[in-house]
Structure formats: C-alpha cells, structure tokens
C-alpha cells in the first residue's frame, strides 16, 4: 500500500521522538558525571519528601536524609530545581533531551517532530505498569548513603527489598504512570529486566559450554565463552557506576507540583489481596541502617533461633504442640552454646572483595581443576588474614552472626558444585577419544550452582539489607518479640 510523503515524515518524526527516549540515560547519566563533585550529590529540599513513596517510614528516613544534604539551588521565581535521578521523571527527561536535538532537526521536519513529541507525552501519560514491576534505588527507599542494602545489592535482591518496602507503605501493585516513573526507577527496572533476560541466559550459556578442544592449559570452550564471562562483569560494574552517578546529580528543571508527582503511583491496585505471608513479612523488616537498626545479617544465631521458635509457637495446633517446640528451642540452645566454631577460618564473601581481589577471583577462575570455588576461599581467607584478624579465635556458634552462617553455606554449595564439575571434566576426558578427541558433553555447572548463585547470594543480600523493625532506633534486640 503506497504511503505518502507527508504520512511517511510524520512517522520518521515520531520514530525519531521515540528513539530520542533510549537517549535519555545516556545523556543524562554523561550530563551527572560531567558536573562538579558537589552538583552530583546534592539532592532534595524538606518538600522533597513528596518524590518517590507514598507517606511512610521510608519516606520519612528519605525526607531525614535530603535534609542533610546540599539542597538544590532554586533557578525560577516559581520554585523550580534542578533535580537528579531520583526525582527527574521520564516525560520532564524526555522533552529535555527532544528540545536539546529539535535546533538540528531540519526546518521542514519541526512540525511533524512536535506533533511526535506530543503524541509520545500522551502515550507516557496514558500508560501505566504496577509497583510490583519498578524496581528502586536505596536512596529512594529512603536509605542513607551508609547503610548496607547500597553495597549489598544486585538486580533481585533489590527488587524484593523494594517489593517489601512497597507492602509494607502500602504501595503494592498501584498503578503508576510511565510519564511519572523517575530515570533511577526506569534505570533499575531496565537493568532488572536485562538481567534476567540477557545476562542469567547467557551465564547458563556459558556455563554449559563443551570444553571442546585444549588450548594450551586453558580449553577452547573457556576462550569462546570469555567475552561473555568479561561482558558481565564489565556491565555489572558499569550498571552501579551509572546507577549511583545519576542520583543526586542536576539532570531536569522540575517546579515543586511536577516534583510531588515524581515516582508517586495512582490510587487504586492491580490485584485484588498482597498474600498474608508477605504482609506479615513486609511489616517487621524495615531498611537497616547502620548504628540505628541493625542488618538482619549482624544478628546472632541465639537470636534467630528464638524468633523462629516463638513464631512456632504461636501458630501451634495446641498447647502440648507449643511445648515440645520450646523444648527443642531449648536443645539447640544448649547444643549451641556448647559448639564453638573459629568464625575468621570462613572466608571473607565475595560481596566484601577488593576490586584488586575480584578481577583477581576471576583471572584465577579460569585455571583448569582449581579455579572456582578453591581460588575464591583461597582469596577469601588472603583477606581476613590481610585484616589483622585471628584465624584461631573461637566463638560460640550461639554468637556466629547470619552473615558468617551463610558465607559458610555458600562455600560449602560451591565446592561441593567445584568438585562435580571436575567430575564432569573427568567424565568429558574418557569420552573424548569416542568422538574424536572432541570435548562435546555439555558442562552442569550453571544448573548446580543456580540455587546458589540466584538463591542463597540473593536471600544473603536481602538479609543484609533489612533489617527488624523490633530493632530500630535502638539498635538493640527487645525483651519479647511481637509473638
């Protein structure tokens, strides 16, 4: 079917208007590096604290901390700031970005351009996602810049602390509309969904991945997958650079009306009911702060023990139920006090790594039969030693923090998953000749350690992300839980 010329240039226009919006972040992310030091963390005013969520706890700690901030420098009459990422919404970054190529768009094509842009605006106005699909910043959760969920964080833990987070103010599954999602909302959920379509399939590609033939000391197999294995890290790295860049930077001009819309969702929901569990879960953990409301990862074993078991207790089917419940409690505390473990021989976690001490974990990693799970203890045990601590000193495992408990965890599934896969690479030797000295049964590392990898680690993070709500301000445990 013919198009005409005039059909055809409004549809160049609006193509050129939408793909302006995948400019965005990159020219807003080079706009916050480029500025001052002090620019690219000053944030909000006292009134900021309309941005992101919804009348809270994270609200008020975010509001706490935009105080102690630099405020933003007002350019108008009217009140108008220039803003970061945090509260810089799509539509304000969008006409910026479209305004800033409108003077090299030819003459002849302005019109349509407008019109596009128009029709783009109304498009991010009309569409609306749930707050369940948004993933967000510390910041915007009302973390301060110290406190352990900014370095303990990857795509899903985030996620799940902001889902929470979203319970427990009451913001779950609301509409919000995309003219209203901030950048930082659009940069984390963009990454989240990248993350889970792009960089765990190829992960799982490259960890399937015959050795094929051997090149010198290293197989083929490994070569061939290198670029991706150094393409992930490459863009993990990048995603926090551009994450934490943008925040607190000076992207947009946005008056006090525009900024109380920023990141704010619709009333109303998309489902009906958030899940009783989670509910009940969302309303004891808050964001752990450090001094103030300690990371559930910093909490000793007695401690969980005794929560768990009053939980039990509470929802026991009758009082002799309840009873053996505490008296086993009270088993495993003595068999606790009892055992001392030396803490300091579990490697430090990976998450606690020198930049120097990852590139090197994973330069070791590729070595055949020893690189992996024993290169990374090895690097684990070189760091706690390189912090003066005693190898020999001893604990009660009653006093072992979660942390401790889970790093051990993790180690314990990665060896056991190092020394399957060296069987594996036994097994693929033997049948090499069968196939004419060709590697092509297809490795199971990435199947074993999935669980541990895109489980344990991210279960981890939450954990050092949250804190309990029993615990805030204080710092210190209670006398009672709320069972």
């Known amino acids: 079917m013919a198009i005409s010329v005039r059909s055809w240039r409004s549809r160049a226009a609006r193509a050129v208007a939408v793909t302006l919006v995948g400019a965005v972040v990159i020219g807003s992310v080079s706009q916050s590096v480029s500025a001052a030091p002090g620019e690219q963390r000053a944030t909000l005013q006292s009134e900021s604290t309309t941005q992101n969520v919804a009348d809270g706890p994270g609200r008020q700690a975010a509001t706490k901390q935009a105080a102690e901030r630099t405020p933003p420098t007002t350019v108008t009459a009217d009140g108008a700031t220039c803003v970061g990422a945090e509260e810089a919404t799509l539509d304000k970054v969008f006409v910026a970005v479209f305004d800033s190529f409108m003077p090299s768009i030819p003459a002849e094509h302005r019109g349509a351009a407008r019109a596009a842009k128009r029709q783009v605006l109304a498009d991010m106005h009309r569409m609306t996602i749930s707050t369940t699909a948004v993933s967000m910043h510390p910041t915007q959760l009302g973390a301060s810049d110290d406190a352990p969920m900014n370095t303990y964080r990857d795509p899903l833990s985030q996620w799940i602390v902001t889902q929470l987070m979203n319970v427990r103010e009451g913001r779950a599954a609301q509409p919000i509309r995309v003219e209203n999602l901030t950048l930082s909302q659009a940069v984390e959920t963009a990454w989240l969904y990248f993350y889970l379509t792009a960089i765990i399939p190829l992960t799982f590609v490259k960890d399937t991945m015959p050795g094929l033939v051997s090149v010198g000391p290293v197989a083929l197999g490994t070569l061939i997958t290198l670029p991706i294995t150094i393409g992930a890290a490459g863009l993990k790295l990048m995603y926090r650079q551009i994450s934490d860049a943008i925040i607190g930077g000076c992207l947009v001009t946005m008056t006090p009306q525009e900024r109380a819309r920023a990141g704010k969702p619709e009333p109303g929901n998309f489902s009906s009911q958030v899940p009783a569990i989670i509910e009940d879960i969302a309303g004891q953990v808050m964001i752990a702060e450090p001094g103030t409301c300690p990371a559930i990862g910093d909490l000793p074993l007695k401690r969980i023990v005794a929560r768990t078991s009053a939980y039990l207790q509470a929802i026991a089917p009758n009082a002799r139920a309840a009873r053996q419940i505490a008296a086993k409690q009270k088993e495993l505390d003595a068999f606790m006090r009892q055992v001392r473990v030396p803490e300091n021989l579990i ?137």
């Open 347 to 483: 490697p430090a976690d990976p998450a606690d790594f020198t930049t120097i001490e990852t590139l090197l974990s994973y330069g070791l990693g590729a070595i055949p039969y020893v690189g992996g799970a024993i290169t990374e203890i090895a690097i684990g045990i070189g760091h706690t030693i390189g912090e003066g601590k005693d190898l020999g000193k001893t604990v009660r495992l009653a006093d072992l923090t979660v942390t401790k408990t889970m790093t051990a965890a993790y180690y314990a599934y990665a060896l056991t998953t190092h020394f399957i896969s060296v069987a594996n690479d036994f097994a693929a030797d033997a049948l090499a000749p069968m196939t004419g000295g060709i590697d092509l049964l297809p490795r199971a590392d990435g199947l074993i350690n999935a669980p541990n990898t895109y489980g344990l680690v991210v279960y981890h993070n939450v954990l050092r992300s949250l804190c309990l709500a029993e615990d805030q301000q204080t710092g210190k445990a209670p006398a009672t839980t709320r069972w």
